[in-house]
C-alpha cells in the first residue's frame, strides 16, 4: 500500500527485512519481486504521484564536464522514476559488451551474457514486451511490408540488429494498482534519504534516515537495504552518509562516483537514397520510431546499423548503434524549438526559465515553419524532407576520471548537491570516425545510398551537436575485486553485509544498446539473490560468502556444502521462474 511519510507521526521508526530506496524501473521491479516471494519490504520514494517542483530541485547541481544535461527534463523524481521520461527502446547487451577487451579499458563484466539471459527472458512480461526475438529476419518477415525490408548488407563488416520498444511502461501507472493491493509492500511517498547510517565499522546499515520536505523526520531499519535511485543519485548518497567514514560509504578505494558513462549521441553525413529504398522506414528513426507501420506480434520495432564483433577487434572501436535520420523542413528553427518546448510543457517535464507566452510569441511570428514542422511531426511526409543523416550512439569507454562527486551548495534538506563532469575519451571520437565511414562505405557498395561524410572529429574539439541519452551508469561499478568496483557480482557493495544497488550505476561497461532492459533483468536477478539471503539463519547472513562465492563463481576455496546445495535449489527455482508467474506484474 501507499503511505504519505508526511503524515506519519515524527521520529517513526519502520522495521521491515527489506528496504528499497527509490521507485524506478529498477526498485518497482524489485519490489514487486519480493511481494511475490512474500518478504516484506519498504520502498521510499522522494516523490509522489506526479511532478512537482520543490522534489525536482532536489536532483539540480553543478557541470564540471563536457556540455551536458544531467537533471532537468532528463530524470524524473517521482513515482516510477525515469519511467516516466523513458522512451521504451529494449536491446540486451550485446555478448561483447560483457567481455574484458584489452582495447577498453576497466572493461569487463564478472559474468557472461548467458548469466543475464534468463532474467533477459522475464523482463518481456514486465516491460510488456514481444517476443524473446531479435533475429531481423523474424520482425521482417513478421511485418510482411514492401516499406519495412532489411538492406542488403554486402561487406560483411556492418550488421544490423533489432530493438523492441515497451509502451513505454510508466511503472509508477503501470504497476501503481499491484502496489496498493500489495500484501507485503508498503511504498513511502515524499520520502527522502538523508543519511544511510552503518555501525562504527561502517560494514552493516542499521538504519536509513528519512525527510520530508514539510519538515517530518523517520527512519527505517531493515535485514538488507538497497539503492536503486538513479546513475548519479546512488553515488551521490554514498558519499553524502559520511559520518562513519568522511569519503562515504563504499568508497575506501576512491570509486564511488567514478566511471560515469553515458551514451554519446552525434549525427553527421548526407544521405542521397536510390530510389529503391527512398521509402524504407525499418531504419530511420522518424520512420520506425514508436510506429504501428514497424509492428508485429503487438510489438513496435526498430533496427539500428552495427559493425561486427570481428570488426571492432581488428580496428579496437567501441561498440556503436547507427540509424537514418530525416530532416523535415523547419526543423532546427525557432520556431520549432518553441513547439518542441510546448510540447514538453503540455508533459509536465522541467525547463527552467521556460515562458509559454513567449513562445507562443515565437511560433506566432513564424507561422510557416511553425505549421510546416506541427505537421511534419505528426504525417512524416516524404515530400518535406529537406536531407537525411546518420546519427549514431557510442559506447561511453570506462574512464575514472568522468564522475560524479558532492558540490559545497546543499539542497533544501540539507544534502550537498551533485558536482558532474561527464568525460569522453579519444576512442569515442574514432569510434565515431570510424563507425560513420564503414556504414557509409557499406550503403555505396550495396547501392542503397550515396553518402557524403562530414570532417572527422578525432583529436578536436567536440562538435556543438554532441549530446548525451540521460542514460547515467557505472559509478558504483560491478567487479570481482574491491579494487575495482564498489560491488560484486551479486551488487552488494564490497566490504558491506547487508547493502545492495541496483540500476545502471552498477554496468562496468556499457555497451551502445539501452539500459532499461538491463537494469530490470539485473533487478529480477538481484531478487533471488537476496531471497537466498534472507532464507540463511540470521546470525550467520553477515558473514556467509556472497551467493556467487557460494555457487563457486569465484576463484578460491568454497564453504558450505549444504548451504550451496540449498542455493542451488533455490537460485534455479528463481531464475527460472517465468514472467506470467508474478503475483503482481501485467496483471490488473
Known amino acids: 500500500m501507499f503511505i504519505d511519510t508526511r503524515s506519519v507521526e515524527e521520529g517513526t521508526c519502520v522495521e521491515t527485512k527489506v528496504c528499497i530506496i527509490g521507485a524506478g524501473a ?64 529494449c536491446r540486451p547487451l550485446d555478448p561483447l559488451d560483457f567481455e574484458k577487451r584489452d582495447w577498453v579499458a576497466h572493461s569487463g563484466w564478472p559474468f557472461g551474457l548467458d548469466e543475464l539471459a534468463p532474467f533477459y527472458a522475464r523482463t518481456h512480461a514486465v516491460l510488456k514486451l514481444g517476443p524473446n526475438n531479435f533475429e531481423p529476419q523474424f520482425w521482417e518477415t513478421a511485418i510482411g511490408r514492401s516499406d519495412v525490408r532489411r538492406l542488403p548488407l554486402v561487406t560483411g563488416k556492418v550488421r544490423d540488429t533489432i530493438s523492441q520498444f515497451s509502451p513505454p511502461a510508466r511503472f509508477g501507472r503501470l504497476y501503481r494498482q499491484d502496489l496498493e493491493n500489495s500484501r507485503h509492500v508498503n511504498v513511502y511517498l515524499y520520502a527522502n534519504v538523508v543519511n544511510i547510517d552503518s555501525d562504527s565499522d561502517a560494514r552493516t546499515v542499521t538504519k536509513v534516515e528519512v525527510a520530508t520536505l514539510s519538515g517530518r523526520h523517520i527512519s527505517v531499519r531493515a535485514k538488507l537495504f538497497v539503492l536503486a535511485t538513479g546513475g548519479i543519485e546512488n553515488a551521490r548518497l554514498l558519499l553524502a552518509s559520511n559520518r562513519i567514514r568522511p569519503a562515504g560509504l563504499g568508497n575506501g578505494n576512491d570509486l564511488v562516483g567514478r566511471f560515469y558513462m553515458d551514451h554519446p549521441r552525434l549525427m553527421s553525413a548526407d544521405i542521397q537514397f536510390s530510389h529503391e529504398w527512398s521509402r524504407n522506414k525499418l531504419y530511420d528513426i522518424k520512420y520506425h520510431y514508436q510506429n504501428a507501420a514497424v509492428s508485429a506480434h503487438g510489438t513496435r520495432i526498430a533496427s539500428q546499423f552495427a559493425l561486427t564483433e570481428e570488426l571492432l577487434q581488428r580496428e579496437r572501436l567501441l561498440n556503436a548503434r547507427v540509424w537514418f535520420f530525416s530532416m523535415f523542413a523547419g526543423e532546427g528553427s525557432k520556431a520549432a524549438e518553441a513547439l518542441i518546448r510546448c510540447k514538453q510543457g503540455l508533459l509536465r517535464k522541467d525547463q527552467p526559465g521556460w515562458r509559454l507566452g513567449r513562445d507562443l510569441v ?42 560524479v562527486t558532492l558540490s ?20 569515442v571520437q574514432r569510434t565515431f570516425d ?15 545510398a550515396r553518402v557524403r561524410l562530414d570532417a572527422p572529429i578525432e583529436g578536436r574539439l567536440w562538435p556543438i551537436g554532441l ?26 557493495v564490497h566490504g558491506m553485509t547487508n547493502l ?67 542455493d542451488e535449489i533455490a537460485w534455479a527455482a528463481l531464475s527460472t521462474t517465468p514472467a506470467s508467474g508474478l503475483l503482481s506484474l501485467g496483471k490488473r
Open 26 to 89: 529498477a526498485g518497482i521491479a524489485l519490489a514487486l519481486e519480493m511481494d511475490r516471494l512474500g518478504i516484506a519490504t519498504c520502498v521510499l520514494e522522494s516523490g509522489g504521484y506526479k511532478p512537482d517542483e520543490l522534489t525536482r530541485d532536489l536532483y539540480r547541481g553543478e557541470n564540471a564536464g563536457l556540455p551536458y544535461q544531467f537533471a532537468d527534463g532528463s530524470r524524473s523524481r517521482y513515482l516510477g522514476g525515469s519511467s516516466n521520461c523513458w522512451g521504451g527502446w
Open 362 to 403: 515565437t511560433m506566432a511570428s513564424h507561422p510557416a515553419d511553425t505549421v510546416g514542422f506541427a505537421l511534419t511531426r505528426i504525417l512524416h511526409p516524404r515530400s518535406l524532407i529537406r536531407n537525411v543523416k546518420l546519427q549514431a550512439i557510442v559506447e561511453a569507454e570506462p574512464n575514472p576520471d568522468s564522475r
Open 408 to 427: 559545497q551548495q546543499r539542497d533544501q534538506l540539507g544534502m550537498n548537491r551533485v558536482r558532474v563532469a561527464w568525460q569522453l575519451t579519444s576512442n
Open 434 to 448: 570510424r563507425t560513420f565511414a564503414l556504414v557509409g562505405e557499406e550503403l555505396e557498395r550495396s547501392g542503397v
Open 467 to 492: 549530446e548525451g541519452t540521460w542514460h547515467h551508469m557505472g559509478t558504483t561499478r560491478m567487479h570481482d575485486s574491491p579494487k575495482e568496483g564498489v560491488v560484486d557480482r551479486n551488487c552488494k
Open 500 to 566: 545492495y544497488i541496483a540500476g545502471s550505476s552498477v554496468f562496468p561497461t556499457v555497451g551502445a544498446n539501452f539500459p532499461t532492459i538491463t537494469i530490470v533483468a539485473l533487478a529480477l536477478r538481484l531478487a533471488g539473490h537476496m531471497a537466498v539471503e534472507l532464507s540463511r539463519p540470521q546470525a550467520i547472513i553477515a558473514t556467509q560468502p556472497s551467493f556467487g562465492e557460494v555457487r563457486g563463481e569465484v576463484h578460491g576455496e568454497v564453504h558450505g556444502e549444504a548451504a550451496s546445495a540449498q
